[in-house]
């Protein structure tokens, strides 16, 4: 079982950045893919950001490539999202998930991960 917390999410101004952190205990995260995935009111959960296990693979939404960045550290059990260029549609409840699956073809597919935080809610003023 892995346990995963989000944190650094807030009320920031448009293009301004915040950066997310995803902790897990429970279980060593170097063997998961991670992805961010966000959801705003009245929407779907959509896919934001993933990596692989080893950091190797990145994948990103359209929507936010070039602003942001995801990375991990293993040693840290600890999962990241770099956001810059924050703007008020980028809005939403941010949750970060583990799969112990191979990313490719699945990492935007939300039903692919095993495990979710509690999200963290990022809200970005115009």
């Known amino acids: 079982q892995v346990q995963l917390v989000e944190s650094g999410g807030g009320l920031v101004q448009a293009g301004g950045s915040l950066r997310l952190s995803c902790a897990a205990s429970?279980?060593?995260?170097?063997?998961?893919?991670m992805g961010w995935f966000r959801q705003a009111p009245g929407k779907d959960r959509e896919f934001v950001t993933a990596i692989s296990w080893s950091g190797g693979e990145t994948y990103y939404a359209d929507s936010v490539k070039g602003r942001f960045t995801i990375s991990r550290d293993n040693a840290k059990n600890t999962v990241y999202l770099q956001m810059n260029s924050l703007k008020p549609e980028d809005t939403a409840v941010y949750y970060c998930?583990?799969?112990?699956?191979?990313?490719?073809?699945?990492?935007?597919?939300?039903?692919?991960?095993?495990?979710w935080g509690q999200g963290t809610q990022v809200t970005v003023s115009s």
């Open positions: 998930a583990a799969t112990y699956r191979a990313l490719g073809g699945i990492y935007a597919i939300p039903f692919k991960y095993d495990y």
């Open positions: 429970g279980r060593t995260l170097s063997t998961y893919g």
